[in-house]
Nanobody, 119 residues
Framework: QVQLVESGGGLVQPGGSLRLSCEKT????????MGWYRQAPGKQRELVAT???????NYADSVKGRFTISRDNAKNTVYLQMNSLKPEDTAVYYC?????????????WGQGTQVTVSS
């Protein structure tokens, strides 16, 4: 089992910055992707940014150049630095961990953290 605990959400003005953190505990996998998705009211959950165990990063076009995903392997934590925030970034942000075992895939989600961008 894997547990994901997010922190760092909140209210910020347009143009401001926030940093989200997601700490993973539990089972260890060699091959995985860890990252962030978000869901705004009335919309589907969408990918924001992910980082594979290889270090490869993937970003949604809407956040490229503004958001940066990173990780601290010693702390089993992934971060999302969000700069130049816009009102359309308002959503619940979910941490996700996808792990690839020898015979199946595993998909874990955090509880979500609210990010509100408003003046």
């Amino acid at each position: 089992q894997v547990q994901l605990v997010e922190s760092g959400g909140g209210l910020v003005q347009p143009g401001g910055s926030l940093r989200l953190s997601c700490e993973k505990t539990g089972s260890i996998f060699t091959i995985y992707t860890m990252g962030w998705y978000r869901q705004a009211p009335g919309k589907q959950r969408e990918l924001v940014a992910t980082m594979a165990s290889t270090g490869t990063r993937n970003y949604a076009d809407s956040v490229k150049g503004r958001f940066t995903i990173s990780r601290d392997n010693a702390k089993n934590t992934v971060y999302l630095q969000m700069n130049s925030l816009k009102p359309e970034d308002t959503a619940v942000y979910y941490c996700n961990y996808k792990a690839y075992g020898s015979i199946r895939e595993y998909d874990y989600w955090g509880q979500g953290t609210q990010v509100t961008v408003s003046s």
